[in-house]
């Protein structure tokens, strides 16, 4: 299949052939769920961490002796029953990351970029180069081609620098490099804009 090549302007320039196999996909809706599940999973830190008896401060003596006061059986004033006692089974830190295979990532980011695609939401730029790191006047290009105000993903490399500082400061623009690109930020974003280049190499790399 074949996809107009647009600039700034939204002029057309020319084409680029979309290879089927990587754009004409059929997505796996529970394979997507797993995918997307696994990447927000890493992205929590896990650095929870609640205090044992054996970390809460305070003295290691008896409280009092074991027998003749009245009082019930102590041995240390981290007891969990006591009051800024230690934690009994607290969270610890940990790794919620979970494996998903190379295959299934790239089978699950093959049908969701086909689906944009199907939808008419993946725009192709020859470049998106800008003359100057300007938020307003990029807001003017992306006006111009009819997607302003809406959540648009920016693919890219990561030497445009000037890209990544216009569209930073906005929360619905993610820019991403093309081997970076995955189903979470796909589904999260309405607009797909990419360069030809970008295009290419992620046609080479699912196909």
Same mark, same amino acid.
Do not use: C
């Given at each position: ?5 647009? %600039? ?14 990587? *754009? ?14 696994? /990447? ?55 790794? /919620?990351?979970?494996?998903? %295979? ?10 969701? @970029? ?10 192709? +730029?020859?470049?998106?180069? +800008? ?6 006047? *990029? ?21 445009? +620098?000037?890209?990544? @500082?216009?569209?930073? %400061? ?5 820019? $991403? ?6 189903? /979470?930020?796909? $589904? %999260? ?19």
């Amino acid at each position: 299949m074949k996809i107009d090549v647009k %600039n700034w302007e939204n002029e057309i320039v020319g084409s680029v052939e979309l290879p089927d196999d990587v *754009f004409a996909r059929e997505a796996n809706d529970h394979l997507v769920w797993e995918v997307v599940r696994a /990447y927000l999973a890493s992205r929590r830190r896990g650095t929870h961490h609640a205090k044992d008896r054996s970390e809460v401060t305070g003295t290691r003596a008896k409280p009092w002796k074991q027998k003749h006061t009245g009082r019930a059986r102590s041995g240390t004033r981290q007891s969990p029953l006591w009051r800024s006692g230690g934690t009994v089974h607290g969270p610890q830190p940990r790794s /919620y990351a979970q494996k998903v %295979n190379k295959k299934a990532r790239r089978a699950a980011l093959r049908g969701v @970029l086909s689906q944009r695609v199907a939808e008419g939401r993946l725009l192709v +730029l020859e470049s998106m180069q +800008l003359p100057d790191p300007k938020t307003k006047e *990029f807001m003017k290009h992306l006006d111009a081609l009819g997607i302003g105000g809406e959540k648009v993903l920016l693919v890219d490399g990561l030497e445009n +620098l000037n890209l990544h @500082l216009a569209s930073r %400061n906005r929360p619905e623009l993610t820019m $991403l490099d093309a081997t970076s690109l995955n189903v /979470y930020e796909v $589904l %999260n974003h309405r607009w797909i804009v990419a360069t030809e280049p970008a295009v290419r190499s992620l046609a080479e790399v699912l196909s």
